[in-house]
T-cell receptor
Framework: QKEVEQNSGPLSVPEGAIASLNCTYS??????FFWYRQYSGKSPELIMS????GDKEDGRFTAQLNKASQYVSLLIRDSQPSDSATYLC???????????FGKGTTLSVSS | KAGVTQTPRYLIKTRGQQVTLSCSPI?????VSWYQQTPGQGLQFLFE???????NKGNFPGRFSGRQFSNSRSEMNVSTLELGDSALYLC????????????FGPGTRLLVL
């Protein structure tokens, strides 16, 4: 059974701080990795995708991938109250199989 | 480019009834995946369609079914509704495979009474 694990939180950080969200996955053959943000009552929206080991930066967001450790993380710099949401990690394995989602980490940014 | 659309947005049904939900993917996207989301369970994969064929299926009973049309639009059907089927049903589209970036529609919120 392929699994994606996330700490459910809530993760609470003050405004302006760095929020660090973590995700581990069980399938060593996984090839694609995604972070989605979901506001309460809304559908998930893509923040970032990452396919290679290392860091990928997009504005205030940085995704980090370590395939050897089967670990992917999302850093949010200068956290804002508007970043308060649930963050979903999704992992894709071999072609023809479904994307597997973690249950999400709830982030709360206080002003 | 228009995003993924889903209709209806809200539904109220009673136990035993059946329901059909519709999803129109982003233009040019041929893979459509369906998910059920409930509090505490996260996103649970229902099935994926590509070129009018079901390519993948999650661990749901046969009451849950779907189909895809030649224009890539997809429908899912739930027969003999149960109280536990109350959930947010999300459709996501991607270019060709479920391994690529998936873009989600706004969802259909189903309440079964």
């Amino acid at each position: 059974q392929k699994e994606v694990e996330q700490n459910s939180g809530p993760l609470s950080v003050p405004e302006g701080a760095i929020a660090s969200l973590n995700c581990t996955y069980s399938d060593r053959g996984s090839q694609s990795f995604f972070w989605y943000r979901q506001y309460s009552g809304k559908s998930p929206e893509l923040i970032m995708s990452i396919y290679s080991n290392g860091d990928k930066e997009d504005g205030r967001f940085t995704a980090q991938l370590n395939k050897a450790s089967q670990y992917v993380s999302l850093l949010i710099r200068d956290s804002q109250p508007s970043d308060s949401a649930t963050y979903l990690c999704a992992v894709g394995s071999q072609a023809g199989t479904a994307l597997i989602f973690g249950k999400g980490t709830t982030l709360s940014v206080s002003s | 480019k228009a995003g993924v659309t889903q209709t209806p947005r809200y539904l109220i049904k009673t136990r035993g009834q059946q329901v059909t939900l519709s999803c129109s993917p982003i233009s040019g996207h041929r893979s459509v995946s369906w998910y059920q989301q409930t509090p505490g369970q996260g996103l649970q994969f229902l099935f994926e369609y590509f070129s009018e064929t079901q390519r993948n299926k999650g661990n749901f009973p046969g009451r849950f079914s779907g189909r895809q049309f030649s224009n890539s639009r997809s429908e899912m059907n739930v027969s003999t509704l149960e109280l536990g089927d109350s959930a947010l049903y999300l459709c996501a589209s991607s270019l060709a495979t479920a391994q690529e970036t998936q873009y989600f529609g706004p969802g259909t919120r189903l309440l079964v009474l």
